[in-house]
């Protein structure tokens, strides 16, 4: 009898701690490349950091609650490979915490922001190193070349890709249809004027599907000061189809506010190539009601030495027009700059590696 009570006794601690299981990954990014920027009547060359995929440091885990019902949490953290991140080390890229269960995902923290994650799907680049299409920084770009300055838009600034004290829906799996809601909190005082200001909302929606996926997305932050308001606005939708031999790839993006609008058009494709694949894309930045626009053409290869490292080479040039002063610019090493009108040119050969 004393047997079967201690049997008993022992499968139900199991069971509750099968239900209560949980587990931790370390995750990261190590990527390095040897680049150089020219534009201005100079160049730059030296050591730039995640041009391939961002260099990363995370955790993420997950515990089975029972029922259907399980928790999460992801930190990820920006390194700096060509530096060492002396400046220190924080979860910037990503910091959540999550419900998720039939019904989908509930995240709260800081993460990415909807619209941008179109652009960083549907460039081949990934939106970085020299072939990045800077879809980061598009009106940032906008209102350099207009004379003014945009700090604060949704998808450029401190944070251009992130937003911070976000609250997050995802959509379960439905097919291959996918989905996002987002608001983050500016955590400004009601007692002010223009008290909403630093909030944001954004969507997105999408459909993959063996070859095929497509998917736009829509962001929108208040921002201004106690006496005005300054809404900026981001929208973008892109597609892809996989032939086997070749991807092509389509990204519009636009980014309007303080009576400013850029329109972004990039027509891109990866194709594997040996061990290896292939990257091109042809963009072009339109400044409305202005002749300070800009194109970019860039081409890469990146070859597989295992699952983990690769070791890749890119080229890109950048072409202005009007006052435009659009150019290459990488994370870790600063651009010489580009002349009103003038052209830019970057290199790098590096290597990744993800564990």
């Known amino acids: 009898m004393k047997k079967s009570l201690v049997a008993l006794m022992a499968l139900s601690v199991a069971g509750t701690a099968l239900a209560q299981s949980s587990n931790v990954t370390l995750f990261g990014v190590v990527d390095a490349s040897v680049a150089r920027i020219s534009g201005n009547g100079a160049n730059v060359t030296g050591l730039a950091n995640g041009s391939q ?3 990363r440091l995370g955790f993420r885990g997950t515990e089975d609650l ?7 949490f992801w930190l990820e953290g920006s390194l700096g490979i060509d530096t060492g991140t002396s400046a220190g080390f924080s979860f910037d890229r990503r910091s959540t915490v999550s419900l998720l269960g039939n019904f989908g995902e509930v995240r709260l923290g800081r993460d990415k922001v909807p619209a941008y994650l179109t652009i960083e799907t549907f460039d081949p680049f990934g939106d970085v190193g020299v072939g990045g299409v800077g879809g980061s920084n598009l ?10 300055s ?5 998808i450029e600034g401190s944070a251009p890709k992130r937003a911070s004290n976000t609250v997050n829906y995802l ?3 439905l097919g291959g249809f996918y989905g996002q809601a987002q608001y983050a909190f500016g955590e400004t005082a009601s007692n002010v004027a223009n008290d909403q200001r630093g909030d944001s909302y954004g969507f997105r929606v999408g459909y993959a599907d063996g070859p095929v996926n497509v998917s736009g997305g829509y962001s929108q932050l208040r921002a201004g ?11 973008s939708i892109g597609a892809s189809y ?3 031999m070749v991807k092509p790839m389509v990204l519009l993006a636009t980014e309007r506010g303080a009576g400013r609008r850029i329109d972004l058009l990039e027509i891109g494709a990866t194709a594997p190539v040996g061990a290896g694949e292939l990257r091109a894309a042809v963009s072009r930045f339109d400044l409305k009601d202005s002749a300070n626009d800009s194109r970019k ?6 070859y597989n030495l295992s699952k983990r490292t690769q070791v890749y080479a890119t080229v890109a040039r950048v072409s202005n027009s009007g006052s435009a002063t659009r150019g290459i610019s990488i994370n870790g090493l600063a651009s010489p700059g580009v002349a009103a009108g003038g052209n830019s040119t970057g290199y790098e050969m590096g290597v990744r590696h993800t564990f």
């Open 53 to 55: 995929s961002s260099s």
């Open 66 to 72: 029972g029922g259907g019902l399980a928790a999460g």
């Open 139 to 148: 009106l940032a770009n906008a209102a350099t070349a207009a004379g003014g």
């Open 150 to 154: 945009a700090t604060g838009t949704t």
């Open 171 to 173: 959509l379960p799996k």
């Open 225 to 235: 000061s106690a006496t005005s308001r300054v809404d900026y606005k981001a929208s």
């Open 242 to 244: 996989n032939f086997g």
């Open 297 to 302: 053409f860039a081409v890469g290869y990146g």
